[in-house]
């Protein structure tokens, strides 16, 4: 089964993250999420978001980077997740998502019971 991790911009404590991705897991940061995977030492492969809360001029060339108007229907996460079902997800973890502003953490969890 293939499993991908999304990083988030949420509040995180790295001795409360439990699971780390594997080798051939899809990992993906949604904006300044990105800021998180690299504080728990993670790779990011793809990099998705409208850029209100990261600069990315210092992104390595290896990342793919995915970038959506500002003006969207759907949250930088919701579009992680979809990416990461399009990319043949079929499990999913979110790291950082419950935290932080709340419109997002209720839209997380709204994201949690539609999947």
């Known amino acids: 089964m293939k499993k991908a991790f999304i990083y988030t911009g949420g509040s995180i404590l790295p001795e409360n993250i439990t ?12 904006d300044s999420g990105y800021k998180n995977a690299l504080s728990l030492g993670e790779r990011v492969e793809i990099l998705l978001g409208d850029f209100d809360s990261l600069e990315i001029k210092d992104i390595p060339w290896s990342v793919e980077v995915l970038t959506v108007p500002a003006e969207k229907d759907f949250t930088d996460t ?7 079902i399009d990319k043949g997800a079929q499990d999913i973890c979110i790291i950082g ?14 994201l949690l019971r539609d999947l």
């Open 78 to 84: 919701q579009l992680a997740v979809q990416t990461a």
């Open 97 to 110: 998502g419950l935290d932080g502003r709340l419109d997002h953490t209720l839209s997380n969890m709204a």
């Open 19 to 30: 699971e780390h991705p594997k080798a051939d897991d899809i990992v993906i940061a949604a």
